[in-house]
């Protein structure tokens, strides 16, 4: 039997694991600005891949670490906690893809611009994705987790009002 302690450690490690795996999606959009560097979006497939590649791979993500952990799954917290990291690590992760175009930590002020990013990290996320090409994206992916907790939330009401 594990302590009350060491539980609520394995839960925290549980949650960042799900909020760090909102970083995957981000990585369609790296590699296709990795590859097409200044030629980004001279092509309508260029527009196309990054906002469907993220949306599908945050699925595939949030169906792997549903059938994962069966437990939390029933009560939202990956979707939320996945939502959570796609958000706070947005401007993160497109500082790394305008670094291919001469911007982001490539630029003089990459660095500096961590800190306000942290704290306005909606905000800048989304400013940020409109520029990157992943705007449409991230509203579908954020449409789709939060109809998922959503669902969770209302089965789980009605499955009490039921009872």
Same mark, same amino acid.
């Given at each position: 039997m594990q302590s009350p302690i060491n539980e609520e450690w394995a839960n925290v490690r549980r949650y960042l694991i799900y909020a760090a795996s909102g970083i995957l999606f981000w990585i369609p959009s790296?590699?296709?600005?990795?590859i097409t560097r200044q030629?980004?979006? #001279?092509?309508?497939?260029? +527009?196309?891949m990054?906002?469907?590649?993220?949306?599908?791979?945050?699925?595939?993500?949030?169906?792997?670490?549903?059938?994962?952990?069966?437990?939390?799954?029933?009560n939202g917290a990956i979707a939320v906690w996945m939502l959570f990291g796609i958000w706070f690590?947005? #401007?993160?992760?497109?500082m790394i893809s305008s670094s291919f175009t001469g911007g982001g930590f490539a630029s003089a002020d990459g660095f500096a611009m961590i800190p306000m990013a942290i704290i306005m990290f909606p905000l #800048?996320?989304?400013?940020?994705?409109?520029? +990157?090409?992943?705007?449409?994206?991230?509203?579908?992916? #954020?449409?789709?987790?939060?109809?998922?907790?959503?669902?969770v939330l209302?089965?789980?009401l009605s499955y009490r009002l039921r009872s």
């Open positions: 790296i590699l296709i600005h990795a030629g980004f979006g #001279t092509h309508l497939l260029d +527009d196309l990054a906002t469907i590649l993220p949306v599908v791979i945050a699925a595939a993500t949030l169906d792997f670490l549903k059938k994962k952990h069966k437990a939390l799954a029933n690590s947005g #401007t993160f992760m497109m #800048t996320t989304f400013v940020g994705s409109a520029y +990157d090409g992943t705007l449409f994206g991230l509203i579908i992916v #954020t449409c789709y987790l939060v109809i998922q907790v959503l669902w209302i089965s789980g």
